[in-house]
């Protein structure tokens, strides 16, 4: 394949580290630009009634390290930062933006990632997950569980009532939920394992996704109960490319 590309381009194609040029390239535009990272403002009221939320800017090249990056493509990896050169991988999981898109297109018949998204914006997932308060009928206040929680993903599907009331947006919504949902408790789960409070989500999963960094934001907030707020990038999905040309570029460009 690479044989071929290089021949009909007439181009040489070089090979970098995904996870060095990622973090390389996110460090280069932090730096260069104060207003890169923010953090959304109010996301219990963005997530669970689909307002518009307030980004908020943070510097995050002020003082950096340490940091978690949760990078969200098809999987997931997190990738524990500790200085300009240094991270390693302390966790992941299988279920990203691959098991969202291909759980949308069996239930539904998508066949892009966008037209998913787009069906589950218009979506109830409610209507499909069972939640805390159709088990308890509201909150669990002595676990600190409110009644909008899911406690089950796709819990109402059992019942041939339900399945027949969930419309194609229902499902793309649940299964959104479920994948987001999934992801924010491994991020939560790896920062208070490795005593982080800043944790960064990245990756083409959030490309056009507000819904689902707002439900990120939210679930982080909640969970750690304020401690920890999920950070986010304007440029998503350059960073990569941004970081093999400054490797190209020079080796030891400063980051």
Sequence with gaps: MVTKTTQKLGVELMKHDEMECLIRGLHYLCRHDTDECYYWADPKNASTHGCQGTKVPVHLMANPYPYIVVNIGSGVSILLVESARSFKRIGGTSVGGGTFLGLCALLTGVESFEEAIALASGGDGSKVDK?????????????????????????????????????????????????????????????????????????????????????????????????????????????????????????????
Excluded at 170 to 185: H, K, Q
Aim: glycine share 12%; net charge negative; hydrophobic share 40%.
């Design 131 to 255: 939640l805390v308060r159709d088990i308890y009928g509201g909150g669990y206040e002595r676990l600190g569980l409110s009644g909008d929680v899911v406690a089950s993903s796709f819990g109402h599907m059992p019942n041939p009532e339900r399945r027949a009331e969930a419309s194609k947006e229902d499902l793309a919504r649940a299964s959104l939920v479920t994948v987001t949902n999934n992801i924010g408790a491994i991020a939560r789960l790896s920062a208070s394992i490795s005593g982080v409070e800043r944790v960064l989500f990245v990756g083409n999963y959030l490309c056009g996704n507000e819904m689902s960094m707002q439900m990120l934001a939210y679930a982080m907030e909640y969970w750690s109960q304020g401690s920890i707020k999920a950070l986010f990038l304007k440029h998503e999905g350059y960073f990569g490319a941004l970081g093999a040309m400054l490797h190209k570029l020079d080796p030891d460009i400063q980051q």
